[in-house]
């Protein structure tokens, strides 16, 4: 059994949110590998769930009942020196931002409605909660609201690398001290 020195600090998890092609995954796992962390995806602890892709999943629920479904898995999350890649639509439950929050650090993934469409064109089964009759834009200007309201942190991503955002976000939580004590607050 391995256990840690008296003097060790316990590090926190540092959950990453933003819309669906935000790049949340590639970054988190930079992130990860910058620090020398795990990595996981709630995305991918979903359809482990379900045995199916995430696109599945969202198809054969109701938009409410996939929230409530991501806020399950995502409030069952209990690691420590952990970047997780958040689901987009996590920020429409409360309490799952509480319990991300409970772990540590929130940074928002920040990117251009332009490029987030890019890149959803280019991957149209990436599993998009969005309400019928809802357009894209509206979706990201209802989340971008979200996104900045629970965010410790919002790394401006356009025109940077994943390892030049993943070195960012490092260097923010550093200055701030939030890499070097264990979580301590909760959603605001």
């Known amino acids: ?25 590639t970054v988190g796992q930079a992130l990860a590998q910058t620090l020398g962390w795990a990595f996981m995806d709630s995305d991918y602890l979903m359809e ?5 892709r995430l696109q599945g999943v969202t198809d054969e629920l109701s938009k409410e ?52 469409e890019e890149r959803i064109a280019r991957n ?14 509206g979706l990201y200007e209802e989340r971008e609201a979200l996104y900045r309201r629970y965010a410790d942190v919002c790394c401006p991503a356009e025109g940077r690398t994943p390892q030049q955002c993943a070195e960012w976000i490092r260097d923010r939580l550093t200055e701030d001290g939030r890499l070097t004590r264990g979580p301590q607050r909760t959603a605001r």
């Open 1 to 25: 059994m391995l256990h840690a020195s008296p003097d060790e600090i316990p590090r926190p998890c540092i959950s990453i949110i933003g819309m669906a092609g935000a790049g949340k995954s």
């Open 48 to 52: 482990a769930l379900y045995g199916s």
């Open 65 to 116: 009942a996939f929230l409530d479904l991501e806020a399950c898995v995502v409030g069952s999350v209990r690691a420590a020196r952990t970047v997780l890649a958040t689901g987009g639509s996590v920020v429409y439950r409360e309490a799952a931002m509480r319990h991300l929050a409970s772990l540590g650090p929130v940074v928002h993934l920040e990117v251009p409605l332009a490029l987030i």
């Open 124 to 137: 149209p089964e990436r599993g998009l909660a969005i309400a019928p009759g809802q357009t894209l834009r």
